[in-house]
């Protein structure tokens, strides 16, 4: 079984009408909305999924509208935003749960937090573009000279030191300025987390603490 037949088994599972095409892909009928397609990733062979992967993706089916992964550290930074401007989504099995019950073209999917930093970041004059690198990594575009900021963030009802250092390391490439909590309920941080935030030269705030920073030139 691959990893295109287990999603199978796991939408009919769920009572889903499922046709598999080809070996990566698949649609499901929907009473009232048109068919959702999508194209699983293999996890026995792509550990990393690239922009190349999607290409690929396009190239095997056309129609599809949403890449399948396992695991969302497995995605390159490049490779949302490449999707993106295809039309495509990416995300998990759960994902692909969510867009079938709230999407009519699944490729227009976004998750509770993607929603959620896009909806708040295009309520601000100081934000142009945004630009997804991660599944929690983002690169907000500011109007003029003001440069363009990089965060990382975090819907954890309370942010641990483990949980703030593995986002670090996960986007260590991206050299991020800021991590950012987006839940409401966090007030603020530990000592131990406001520590390592200081040792690694990486603001540490909460979304409205954000929010009010924007407008700075963050030398």
């Known amino acids: 079984m691959n990893s295109r037949d287990w999603v199978v088994q796991q939408l009919r599972e769920d009572e889903h009408v499922v046709v598999p095409i080809g070996d990566n892909g698949l649609a499901v009928s929907r009473p009232g909305r048109p068919d959702a397609v999508?194209?699983?990733?293999?996890?026995s062979t792509i550990k990393i999924v690239t922009t190349a992967v999607v290409?690929?993706?396009?190239?095997?089916?056309?129609q599809t509208q949403m890449v399948l992964v396992f695991l969302s550290q497995q995605i390159h930074t490049d490779t949302?935003?490449?999707?993106?401007?295809?039309?495509?989504?990416?995300?998990?099995?759960?994902?692909l749960h969510g867009a079938l019950h709230s999407c009519d073209n699944i490729g227009?999917?976004?998750?509770?937090?993607?929603?959620?930093?896009?909806?708040?970041?295009?309520?601000?004059?100081?934000?142009?573009r945004v630009r997804r690198k991660g599944h929690s990594a983002?690169?907000?575009e500011r109007p003029g000279k003001l440069r363009s900021i990089t965060i990382v963030t975090s819907d954890a009802y309370e942010v641990t030191d483990l949980e703030f250092t593995n986002a670090l390391n996960q986007y260590?490439?991206?050299a991020p300025d800021a991590f950012v909590a987006t839940s409401p309920i966090v007030r603020g941080f530990s000592?131990?987390?406001s520590a390592t935030a200081r040792d690694a030269g990486i603001k540490l705030l909460t979304m409205n603490d954000f929010v009010r920073t924007l407008r700075e030139p963050w030398t």
């Open 38 to 43: 999508a194209y699983c990733c293999e996890r």
């Open 55 to 62: 290409a690929r993706a396009l190239i095997d089916l056309p």
């Open 80 to 95: 949302y935003e490449f999707a993106g401007d295809h039309g495509l989504a990416i995300g998990t099995l759960g994902n």
């Open 108 to 128: 227009t999917y976004q998750d509770r937090e993607e929603a959620y930093v896009r909806r708040r970041m295009a309520s601000l004059r100081a934000v142009t």
């Open 138 to 140: 983002w690169v907000l």
């Open 172 to 174: 260590s490439t991206l």
């Open 191 to 193: 000592d131990r987390v």
